[in-house]
């Protein structure tokens, strides 16, 4: 290690917006799968977010919650489409606040990157461009749509402050709904959603002015966005650099770098990364962000070393390190490395975690013996 850990630049606090964060470690979404059938919070989700506060993240950032019934990604994924929601999502603030921890809400739309019997019909795009994965068609929404959709983002951001969130994080990354507006590849409208980069980058520009208005000016917005769709034709850095200084004009108050979508074949959940060569495969986009920007930026991608991320934020290539898998396999990953007790996480990146009946660690149930929770 460099430094004692106890004195590393990472546990620091920082501000995003109004909302001091106590370090510079963020848990980066990660859909937990453990909502109800229905989409309501479980004991096991409140208690795997209260572990992690317990671990000492200083932000917390939920799995995506999905803001419209059609916007549903996966099973057991938390909705907040209605007002019924906060009570259960009330739960897990305070469970969490019981710790120096804050919390975001990610709100979310799957858009054309869901199966049609999780949408309950054709999924919904800006355009009807066909997506080779799920192998479907989306439906074109109407401008007046457009609209709706715009609402149930900032209604959602509003339920989360309700229930005692500090802030939302817009999902505007990896080809979801908000993403597919960005992209040229997935929007061809050629009315005001859609056409030039400002056009097409207007329904996130409105979502975030929106929130704005209706949570104030206290309540944080950040947004998670792809430096590149990996797609010929799609979204670019250059572009998506512009993008992100509409966003903060609008009144973004923080940005985490990120990158794939799910037909280009490469998405943001890179496998099997050994070497610490590859480790944060886009803090290089995230400091060419932070370079152009001034809010704060987060550093995505196979961070795994404590030495590696130090000398991320030391050297400014980003204000917040964030962190998904790991922190599935080691909840107290942030206190241990705090402590001096770890220098590097255990996770080699073998995505076993995606488990649609709760996230786990695949390779700790495989060394263990554990068996899969039905
Ligand atoms: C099981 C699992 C679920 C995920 N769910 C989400 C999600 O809900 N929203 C999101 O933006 N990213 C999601 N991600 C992507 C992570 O936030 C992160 O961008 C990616 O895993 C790279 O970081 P890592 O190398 O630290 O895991 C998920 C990743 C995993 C492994």
């Known amino acids: 290690m460099t430094d004692s850990p106890n004195q590393s630049v990472l546990f620091n606090p920082a501000r995003i917006g109004a909302v001091e964060v106590t370090n510079r470690f963020i848990r980066s979404a990660t859909c937990e799968f453990m909502a109800d059938d229905d989409g309501f919070v479980t004991d096991r989700l409140v208690s795997l977010l209260r572990g992690l506060a317990e671990g000492e993240v200083g932000l917390i950032i939920t799995g995506h919650a999905n803001v419209r019934p ?18 259960g999502l009330a739960r897990i603030a305070e469970a969490v606040h019981r710790f120096p921890s804050r919390i975001f809400l990610q709100i979310a739309h799957a858009g054309r990157q869901t199966k049609v019997r999780l949408s309950n019909g054709t999924p919904i795009a800006p355009s009807p461009v066909y997506e080779p994965e799920f192998d479907l068609t989306p439906r074109e929404l109407t401008a007046v749509e457009v609209r709706e959709v715009m609402d149930d983002f900032i209604r959602a951001a509003r339920r989360a402050r309700e229930a ?13 709904l908000l993403s597919s507006f960005l992209s040229p590849h997935t929007n061809r409208r050629t009315d005001d959603w859609g056409g030039t980069t400002a056009k097409r980058a207007l329904l996130a520009v409105e979502i975030v002015a929106g929130i704005k208005a209706a949570c104030g000016p206290n309540f944080p917005v950040m ?16 572009e998506s650099l512009e993008i992100a200084g509409l966003l903060e004009r609008a009144g973004l108050d923080a940005v985490e770098i990120s990158g794939g979508m799910t037909e280009a074949g490469r998405g943001s959940v890179w496998q099997g990364l050994r070497a610490e060569e590859e480790e944060g495969y886009f803090v290089e986009a995230a400091a060419r962000f932070r370079k152009a920007l001034g809010i704060p930026v987060a550093g995505l991608g196979g961070n795994r070393t404590l030495a590696r991320m130090e000398a991320v934020v030391r050297e400014g290539r980003a204000d917040f390190i964030s962190l998904s898998r790991p922190l599935i396999r080691e909840p107290r990953l942030v206190a241990d490395f705090r402590l001096g007790r770890k220098a590097k996480s255990d996770c080699i990146s073998c995505n076993k975690c995606f488990n649609p009946r709760g996230v786990s660690c695949g390779d700790l149930r495989i060394s263990r013996h554990i068996p899969t929770k039905k």
Do not use: M, W
Request: hydrophobic letters at 35%; a negative charge.
């Open 164 to 176: 005692g969130f500090d802030g939302v994080q817009l999902h505007c990354a990896h080809g979801y």
């Open 70 to 87: 059609d916007g549903k990604a996966s099973p057991r994924q938390a909705g907040v489409y209605d007002d019924g929601f906060i009570p």
């Open 223 to 238: 947004a998670k966005l792809n430096a590149t769709d990996f797609l010929p034709g799609g979204l670019q850095i250059e």
